[in-house]
């Protein structure tokens, strides 16, 4: 089949089976409530505004599936987009993997996405997938970074750390989601990379595959502290401001 001929049927992955130990005690940060929805269900609402998203796959906790469907059965996702929840592993790479495993035959592009950055704009994941039909097997979206960064000695008793260089920070970037992918690649992926890794496009540069960048946005950022929750409680009420959202 040509690549004029092909459809390119886009689905996502959410691995959202983690605890979020830095947001502190009580339900799993994905289901933490952000202006009183579940940031889970946010994240899922961002994947689902793309036209192109057919299908939406959610990693849950490994004993809380059945909690996560009664969670999209309370809350209104969009009708153009099927919906399927898997149960997780015990690492994120595993759960990615179990996503992957749950997908019907005929999608050749594959987001995953952080639960976890429940506000990226739709036109970030719409640039991310138009990257992938255009051939690249790995796509990143980033941001430059605005501090510079120090490479230290790490220290485990609590002592200064020793810096021992500073990288050039116009050649670095703070990488988001969703990472897309060649669907066939990513699955070659995971199934040759048995090292931890801390996202899916590491995972493609051990295979010594191109990854490409295309650019971030400020909205899209983690959050992992009780701060971040505050700001994206901001950026929604800008949103509704602006816009109506």
Known sequence: MSDESRSFRTAAVIPAAGRGVRLGPGAPKALRALN???????AVRAMAASRSVA????????DGATEVKNLFAEHALPDR??????????????SVKLGLEALPPGFDVVLVHDAARPLVPVDTVDAVIEAVRDGAPAVVPALPLADTVKQVEPRTDGSPEP??????????????TPQGFDHATLVRAHESVTENVTDDASMIEQLGLPVVVVPGHEEAFKVTRPLDLVLAEAVLARRRANDGF
Do not use: I, K, N, Y
Not at 81 to 94: A, K, N, Y
Not at 163 to 176: M, N, Y
């Open 163 to 176: 810096v021992v260089a500073t990288p050039e920070r116009s050649r670095l970037r703070a990488v988001q």
């Open 81 to 94: 987009t099927d919906f399927l929840v898997v149960p997780g592993g015990e690492s994120r790479q595993e």
């Open 36 to 42: 009183g929805t579940p940031m889970l269900v946010h």
């Open 55 to 62: 299908l939406v796959v959610v990693v849950a906790p490994p």
